[in-house]
């Protein structure tokens, strides 16, 4: 069948109008979220508490059960941002023909692949990842994506981030995961930054519920400015006035994402690049990340970005470039590792929104689409190979999309359950209470766990905004005597809110009323000591 006899050609006009309007609608969104993170005004979590020194302090069973579960691996998610075209990144060899014909202008010659097995090959301008391949160092899971895909960027990233696609969902799987293992962590945070997130402005994917947990930069001049001078804003020597509060709760916020500078400066310095990753986007980041690793900075989780992929015209030459950063900085990553004997510690793991159309549209690109692969590297998957099963290329949902036939979330299982060793109780926590497939990438945990999280109570407080009040509701699984008390953004401590015996159940703290003073609008913070362990978050007085 020729492409324009194909049926879906029919009606392809009319999707393409539709897609075109929602797109130009998503563009012009300016996300608050986004907004505030393009200002460099959130991310390294923990807030700068003056000359105040930070006490040590009991932790809680679970975050002790978690802290016991961990080992020395880490994870680099790599976001191809806008929709990766997964048919023209891992070409279906097996059916050419209608690969072909799906796509007469924008299709890879044969003479131009790189066969990676009888089935799949790629295009011979990712010729870096041949040799990764060859060594083992590489897996693609095919055809991931969830039910129903939502084809909105932003929401559709949040899915990806949040692990939830039927509701709205505030917090993210990593996000979830350090609230759990640093519950005081305003007040009382790690040595090291748990994340590092370069770009991905508004991702949530390190979000709790009051608290981004990522050392979170908009660019990697953002980056490099701190990993290279421990740069920190100064929140003492400012102006006795209105522009002075105001300069200052805008300095203190923005140090939420400079705490770390100095830890970060020093790993930075500590080590060098060994390997020649060109001048990309993608190869400058990773460049970075190299070079933390093996400074021993200790930080699990790292997210950087290469986009857009959002190729809705001119593909071809678009897609060239950004499939030969990932390419070669991906390679040179790996191969700056292995100097340090990092390599197999350290898995690699792209992710993307959603992918393309099967067919090309009207402007020599693809539209918004569903399945997409999702491809894996390091020493540590012990060997190279396809996990799970290709979509059929002529068989479509209703919205003309290849139907997923792995879940992301399998993905996700399968990192925290058999690279990271976590209890399988635990990873349905931080997936929300689902239970997904683990798939095999080529690599199990060799650590025993022997804790039992099936009984750790769990203590839960979140601020409450109503009307003109912000309230904080807990959970309390016993009676017990508790303190919270109120804190500004440099440490200084503001009102004790409550010193008394809670009882079981749900407790509430209404902040204006108990603090007992005016308090000024602006960001503070709130800790709650309980059967000596500690809790804390950020809030904002309106």
Not at 233 to 241: K, Y
Not at 257 to 273: C, G, K, M, P, V
Not at 425 to 453: P, R
Request: with cysteine; charged share 15%.
């Amino acid at each position: 069948m020729c492409l324009h006899d194909h049926p879906i050609f029919q009606h392809k006009s009319k999707h393409a109008s539709e897609e075109k309007t929602v797109h130009d609608q998503e563009h012009l969104l300016w996300n608050r979220r986004s907004f505030i993170q393009a200002l460099g005004l959130v991310g390294g979590g923990s807030m700068m508490l003056g000359s105040h020194a930070v006490s040590a302090t009991k932790p809680s069973p679970l975050s002790v059960a978690l802290a016991n579960s961990e080992n020395d691996n880490i994870l680099v998610i790599i976001r191809l941002e806008g929709g990766n075209d997964g048919l023209n990144t891992i070409v279906p060899i097996y059916d050419y023909p209608s690969y072909a014909n799906l796509r007469p202008t924008i299709r890879h010659l044969e003479t131009d692949l790189l066969n990676l097995n009888a089935d799949f090959a790629i295009p011979n301008y990712m010729n870096a990842l041949e040799s990764v391949w060859g060594d083992g160092n590489m897996k693609v899971v095919h055809g991931v994506g969830y039910p129903q895909q939502n084809l909105s960027h932003f929401r559709s990233t949040d899915i990806w981030a949040s692990a939830a696609d039927t509701y709205i969902e505030p917090t993210g799987w990593w996000g979830r995961y350090f609230e759990d293992l640093y519950p005081d962590y305003l007040i009382n945070p790690p040595e090291i930054p748990p994340a590092v997130q370069v770009g991905n402005i508004g991702n949530l994917i390190f979000e709790g519920n009051n608290n981004n947990y990522a050392f979170t930069v908009a660019n990697l001049e953002q980056l490099q400015n701190v990993a290279e001078n421990g740069t920190l804003h100064d929140v003492v020597n400012v102006p006795d006035c209105v522009y002075g509060d105001k300069l200052l709760f805008m300095r203190a916020t923005a140090n939420t994402t400079f705490t770390y500078a100095q830890i970060i400066h020093e790993a930075y310095t500590n080590a060098s690049n060994n390997a020649n990753y060109g001048e990309g986007a993608l190869a400058q980041q990773l460049a970075a990340v190299a070079r933390l690793i093996k400074g021993g900075l200790g930080t699990k989780v790292y997210m950087v970005s290469l986009g857009s992929f959002d190729t809705h015209a001119n593909q071809p030459e678009r897609h060239q470039e950004l499939l030969q950063d990932l390419a070669t900085s991906v390679k040179a990553f790996y191969e700056d590792l292995a100097v340090s004997g990092m390599d197999d510690k350290v898995l690699g793991m792209t992710i993307s929104e959603f992918g393309r159309r099967p067919y090309e549209n009207g402007s020599t690109g693809t539209d918004h689409g569903a399945a997409s692969p999702v491809m894996l590297f390091g020493a540590g998957l012990n060997g190279s190979g396809f996990v799970g099963e290709h979509p059929d290329i002529n068989e479509w949902d209703a919205h003309d999309n290849l139907i997923p036939t792995s879940d992301f979330r399998d993905i996700y299982s399968t990192v925290l359950t058999n690279w990271f060793c976590l209890d399988p109780s635990v990873v349905n926590t931080i997936l929300l209470n689902e239970t997904y497939q683990d798939l095999d990438l080529g690599f199990e945990c060799d650590i025993l766990s022997n804790n039992d999280f099936s009984n750790i109570s769990r203590f839960t407080h979140v601020p409450v905004y109503k009307n003109n009040s912000v309230v904080i509701e807990m959970n309390i699984p016993h009676p017990s005597h508790g303190i919270i008390k109120l804190y500004d953004l440099v440490g200084r401590e503001i009102a004790t809110l409550a010193n008394t015996m809670f009882l079981a159940g749900r407790n509430s703290i209404d902040v204006k009323e108990r603090a007992g003073i005016r308090l000024s609008y602006g960001q503070y913070i709130y800790r709650i000591s309980i059967c000596g362990q500690h809790y804390s978050k950020s809030i904002i007085i309106k």
